[in-house]
């Protein structure tokens, strides 16, 4: 497992697609969507008051569908419409707390990275490390912490920081550990909420000193 060091004034948080349509009521909502909601706003909170960016990502597509692409071939919802720029299921969750100084990414696609300018956002801030959150863990959490690694980002992933909803006859349970499982092999460092608050708050209490988590 990686035995990366959490440096908050080098770490953004990565907040993926906390959206009307992936908390709460649309298919393609995790079914603890709403239960995740106060677990990000509080490591939210802690990456602000350690100066740290926060970042909120929203998976939206055009208005008028033309840039689906297989994704509406693979996911009806997505053809239905749910993600579609100007939908009240494609806006940020209003239990999502947003602070001033927050900046909102609109995606096209499952990684933040894709079609978006994240990549020229985080290295103009002299950010090498990001924290990832949100929903759904296996898609674009996953997919956001593989295009970082990939990146050559520090990629820190907290266990109880994502949710997703059962699929392919698996629970969501059984989805959760097989996606940490691969990524803590060989994309991130896997850790709680509460590990990566605490590193957060020592470094910024502490200069100079670098808690490991």
């Known amino acids: 497992m990686a035995d990366y060091k959490l440096i908050p004034s080098r770490t953004a948080l990565v907040n993926v697609d906390m959206q009307n349509a992936f908390v709460e009521g649309t298919p393609l909502a995790a079914p603890d969507g709403v239960a995740l909601l106060p677990q990000v706003n509080r490591l939210a909170s802690a990456c602000r008051e350690a100066g740290m960016m926060v970042i909120h990502t929203l998976h939206v597509?055009?208005?008028?569908?033309?840039?689906?692409?297989?994704?509406?071939?693979?996911?009806?919802?997505v053809r239905a419409g749910y993600?579609?720029?100007g939908t009240e299921t494609a806006k940020l969750h209003p239990?999502?707390?947003?602070?001033?100084?927050?900046?909102?990414?609109?995606?096209?696609?499952?990684?933040?990275?894709?079609g978006t300018d994240l990549d020229q956002i985080l290295r103009s801030n002299g950010i090498d490390s990001i924290?990832?959150?949100?929903?759904?863990?296996?898609?674009?959490?996953e997919t956001t912490a593989r295009e970082a690694g990939?990146?050559?980002?520090?990629?820190?992933?907290?266990?109880?920081?994502?949710?997703?909803?059962?699929?392919?006859?698996?629970?969501?349970?059984?989805?959760?550990?097989?996606?940490?499982a691969t990524l803590g092999v060989a994309f991130a460092k896997i850790l709680t909420i509460d590990e990566t608050i605490a590193a957060i708050r020592t470094n910024s209490n502490q200069p100079g000193v670098e808690a490991v988590v």
């Open 61 to 77: 597509t055009r208005a008028d569908g033309s840039n689906h692409g297989t994704m509406g071939e693979l996911i009806e919802p």
């Open 83 to 85: 993600i579609n720029e």
């Open 95 to 114: 239990g999502v707390e947003v602070g001033p100084r927050d900046i909102m990414l609109y995606k096209p696609r499952y990684g933040s990275f894709t």
């Open 131 to 141: 924290i990832v959150t949100g929903i759904c863990t296996n898609i674009c959490c």
């Open 150 to 180: 990939m990146r050559d980002y520090h990629v820190f992933f907290p266990s109880d920081g994502t949710e997703t909803f059962p699929a392919g006859g698996l629970t969501v349970e059984e989805i959760k550990k097989a996606t940490l």
